[in-house]
């Protein structure tokens, strides 16, 4: 990539908008929400440097959408357009394949990519740059993260001369609208049910509430601005399923709420990594974020923390970062490389925990559950027992200091089946 | 700009790390907090790609820091800095003059500037950046809005597919820190004194205090996010001197809490600004910045509400914007250049509006301000006056409906001088 030749590169572009020599040639794959979205914005705005000349889209019949200009070639042949002469691929099929076979055929022929696609990036990123870069050309995915906040530009440009140490992060916007209509008083299900209604959830909701689409995206975030490429199987994502009203009851007791956080942090050498249901105080930013709002907090070992909030998903904000992609290719801004190096998810992540227990109650209970966490030397921080809660069905909550997910396990291992236990413990670690 | 030729020119490096042929030679104008942090990130994380080789300070004697370089040259000669070889000049003097004079001698001899100057970019940015592109070299300043929160960057590669139509700021980091004391109650004299004693305030603060230099900013902002360049003159600042605790506690009872705001809007093609103390809902993201904090949140047509957060001054988070720009010159990731065009700020804001009076209480007092608005059609929305003042010197406040600045103002007019206003009415704009 020190060298660019052949002048339909987009890296021959002027930075200049009114010196462009001729529009990039635009192909969408797809022509579901954001795509729509990305053309709507495109016809609107008319901007400099860019023309959509190619949709690929399956069933032609539905889609052939009449405010498209007529110029723009339709087809429901992937091949066909792939082999065309368009310059930038948008890929926002989603998914590891088909999308990862048309994504490889558009870089192999010397074709710029601009993906929303986090699975993909996350799983596939470090191959596909590689192919990118011998190609010279350039696979953006400033979508792929938090939809329409710029976090990905804003690590590329603005905090690359800082070294990033953390990550929390709200990338997931149905948990968030699940999360926080149970702040107001929902059960799971309700919550699920209504994310669902609203189209926030799909029928299958376990990529969004098992925290795989979440870790995903926490990957592509580590590799940019922790600059550490990992196996996103690494990261063992904790499900919100097992989240309850009773939760939310206990953690306002404790000046808290709970928020899917996705969170990396490099310290001393070790990467810890973790995604899961999580305390956070109500008075941290990570709190402000309702409905199916995103937030990334970066902390740097020089700029301390910056705050990034917005919309994470939805046809529009998504459609922007794709758009922006698009400009910034057309108008020749280079993206930095930040380099990043193979490293594993070698520590976790030592923080408070919450345990709500359900049990039915009966005396010595608490002594066991004191003492099980005391064989593991993990100090206990409170235990709170809200009244009104039938004695066979009593729900309880310890809450430790810090220590690791898994000295905690191997504490509550110890009491691991007692009749008394209506469910398994919940887990969760807090952030203050 | 269409073409760069030159082998020292930055834009000739190449995108990726490995691969620069030879790091970019900086040198520093001036050696005050931010320099001197700016230079011991550069020696600390020895960031590929550039290289500090001169200082300019006026007193060498103290400047000349033990832990820089020997290879650095210190001069006190700043002519003899602009004159060597060096390839990018970072000024951090402030200020028009000398620094314009610096900015406009280095880009004249074809090297590329950073800087952190906000009022020269605002009073001279258009001018300036003319001048860069004429000589194919780069003017950036990500430093110079909101320090170490990347809004700059962002807006130009990961917004530049929007169009933003609304900025609401918190924007000056001393004025954010005397009105949060202040929420917490203290009178406006003692926080700006501990504001002074923390060295976040300068001996006169008229700069800060004014909305100076929050204006300064707003203009910047307006040019790359809402495309108008606009006369930063043109909008008149509102002090925040007059604010008053009282004004908290009634505040407190609208939900509400004080923050000095900078606003730009355009809306049916008119341009709207202003800046000065505005009432924020408590709910509202413009009450969480606390302290010296920094706050940005862009309104775009398509993407919504992006809310940036972080340190928005102090040395190290404001050098990680400078040593951020050094490295994209140095890696070649040219900016896109942002369109923008001249225009004259041409509206008002038109906001719900908070009146605080405080009179020598007397019988029709009431009616006669009321009829005063009435008379320029402003409607009225509550009349609040809470118990504990004594009634010679008696705070109270009027809320009224979306109105502009300067029919208030009229309205104001008809009661001006009357012997039972202790002091001019306190005006402020209310956000929602």
Redesign the interface.
């Known amino acids: ?3 660019v030749n052949g002048s339909a590169s987009p ?1 021959q572009h ?6 462009i020599p001729r529009p990039l040639r635009i192909a969408l794959l797809g022509f579901g929400t954001v795509a729509s ?1 990305v053309a709507r ?1 495109l016809v609107e ?1 008319k ?1 400099s440097g860019i023309e959509l000349t190619h949709v690929y889209a399956r069933s032609l019949a539905k889609r052939r959408a009449a405010w498209v200009p007529a110029s723009v070639a339709w087809s429901a042949d992937v091949n066909a357009v792939l082999d065309s002469d368009v310059d930038v691929v948008v890929e926002l099929a989603g998914g590891l394949e088909p999308a990862g076979r048309w994504v490889r055929k558009a870089l192999t022929a010397g074709k710029s990519v601009v993906t929303a696609n986090k699975k993909l990036i996350a799983f596939r990123g470090v191959e596909l740059e590689r192919m990118a ?1 011998d190609k010279g050309v350039y696979l953006k995915y ?1 979508a792929a993260v938090a939809g ?7 690590i ?8 990033i140490k953390r990550i929390d992060g709200i990338l997931n916007g149905t948990c968030n609208f699940i999360l926080s209509k149970m702040e107001e008083g929902f059960e799971y299900a309700p919550a699920l049910a209504e994310a669902q209604a609203k189209g926030y959830a799909e029928a299958d909701p376990t990529e969004d509430v098992g925290g795989f689409d979440a870790r995903a995206k926490l990957t592509i975030l580590m590799r940019l601005a922790v600059r550490v490429a990992v196996d996103p199987e690494a990261i063992k994502p904790r499900p919100i399923t097992q989240v309850s009203a009773v939760d939310f009851s206990y953690a306002r007791d404790l000046g808290c709420t709970i928020r899917q956080i996705a969170r990396a942090d490099r310290s001393d050498g070790k990467i810890a990594a973790s995604v899961g249901p999580t305390l956070v105080a109500m008075r941290s ?1 990570l709190a ?1 974020s309702r409905g199916t709002e995103n937030m990334v907090i970066l902390t ?1 070992r ?10 994470g998903a939805g046809g ?2 998504t ?10 290719l057309a ?7 930040i ?1 990043s190096e193979q490293a594993e998810v070698d520590a976790e992540c030592e923080l408070p925990h919450y345990i709500r227990f359900l049990v039915d109650d009966r005396p010595g209970i608490v002594a066991e559950i004191t003492g099980a966490l005391a064989k593991e030397r993990i100090n206990i921080r409170a235990i709170v027992q809200k009244p009104g809660y039938p004695h066979h069905a009593l729900p309880f909550v310890v809450t430790v200091e810090s220590c690791t997910g898994s000295a905690l396990k191997r504490a509550l291992e110890n009491i691991r089946g007692r009749d008394y236990l209506l469910e398994e413990p919940l887990d969760l670690q807090m952030l203050e």
């Open positions: 990539m020190t060298e890296q002027s930075a200049q908008e009114s010196s979205s914005i705005l901007p870069a400033g329409g906040i710029p976090v990905i530009p804003a590329e440009q603005g905090l690359i001369g800082d070294r930013p402000w740097g020089y700029g301390g923390d910056v705050v990034f909030s917005g919309h529009n904000p459609a922007v970062a794709v758009v922006s992609d698009l400009l910034t108008h020749g801004a280079q993206p930095v490389k380099p």
